[in-house]
């Protein structure tokens, strides 16, 4: 499976519009495409990669590497050494004249670290692929207010307003667990927010498990602690920095994706 997402697979292909028709053939050629993407305009070449890899994210070249990771891999690899100079790697210039790109791949779990590309997080936990499979399953349940609180969230993320962004995902948190109590008949006399995560915690069989320290009833379970990591200062997060709120991203996609399959 591919480690990458669509969004950054998008923002990475971006950059071949940049560049002479033959430099987009030499290009493809190096990975082995050169049959498989075609179009007349930079433009057209470009969207034809992105839409091939996303359509195609376990394909593997000649040596068993996987293509769509090869490709965005020595795309972002060019866009990082246009930012460094004597060995030296200017992280700031790099920000911002990559907005889309290094957001995106913060989102997936990577950064741009000294002048190379670095995992945040391990691969094992597939961040592109929880996303996917996040708003996938929130779509199969008909979670329709609750996916809108998340992608509204990482829209703000997006757009580096760290505020907004924690804001929505406490938001979304929090209807999830709404969602999700109503989903296994929650009683209408649960009125609040407290008490259906209360009634998860206490039905028969328990949604969220003992056992696994999940609910203690005493907020030092680790789902009462997670939320109320989501909003220190209450309803209002507050101000906050971009490894902050990318981390609140990255604990929602993986808590929620883990409580939506338990349903």
């Known amino acids: 499976?591919?480690?990458?997402?669509?969004?950054?697979?998008?923002?990475?292909?971006?950059?071949?519009?940049?560049?002479?028709?033959?430099?987009?053939?030499?290009?493809?050629l190096e990975h082995g495409l050169e049959d498989k993407i075609g179009g007349d305009s930079k433009q057209s070449r470009a969207t034809g990669l992105a839409r091939y890899l996303i359509n195609n994210p376990d394909e593997t070249n000649e040596y068993g590497e996987n293509i769509s990771d090869?490709?965005?891999?020595?795309?972002?690899?060019?866009?990082?050494?246009?930012?460094?100079?004597?060995?030296?790697?200017?992280?700031?210039?790099?920000?911002?004249?990559?907005?889309?790109?290094?957001?995106?791949?913060?989102?997936?779990?990577?950064?741009?670290?000294?002048?190379?590309?670095?995992?945040?997080?391990?691969?094992?936990?597939?961040?592109?692929q929880a996303d996917d499979d996040v708003h996938a399953l929130l779509d199969q349940y008909s979670f329709t207010t609750t996916r809108g609180h998340l992608d509204q969230g990482m829209a703000a993320h997006d757009r580096g307003d760290w505020a907004a962004a924690n804001a929505q995902f406490r938001a979304f948190i929090e209807s999830l667990f709404d969602e999700?109590?109503?989903?296994?008949?929650?009683p209408a006399a649960m009125a609040t927010s407290g008490q259906r995560r209360t009634w998860l915690a206490q039905k028969s069989p328990p949604f969220f498990i003992p056992g696994l320290n999940e609910w203690d009833f005493q907020g030092g379970g680790f789902m009462e602690a997670f939320f109320r990591r989501l909003h220190p200062q209450g309803a209002h997060p507050g101000l906050s920095d971009e490894d902050d709120s990318t981390f609140r991203l990255h604990m929602v996609l993986i808590v929620s994706r883990q409580l939506l399959r338990r349903i």
């Open 1 to 28: 499976m591919a480690l990458f997402s669509r969004r950054t697979i998008l923002t990475a292909t971006d950059a071949l519009v940049n560049r002479t028709h033959t430099a987009i053939s030499r290009f493809l």
């Open 70 to 128: 090869g490709v965005i891999t020595a795309l972002v690899g060019e866009a990082i050494r246009a930012y460094s100079y004597r060995e030296a790697f200017n992280y700031e210039q790099f920000q911002r004249s990559h907005p889309d790109l290094y957001r995106a791949l913060e989102r997936d779990g990577y950064t741009v670290e000294s002048g190379a590309l670095r995992g945040m997080l391990p691969r094992a936990l597939g961040l592109p």
């Open 180 to 186: 999700i109590a109503r989903n296994l008949g929650c």
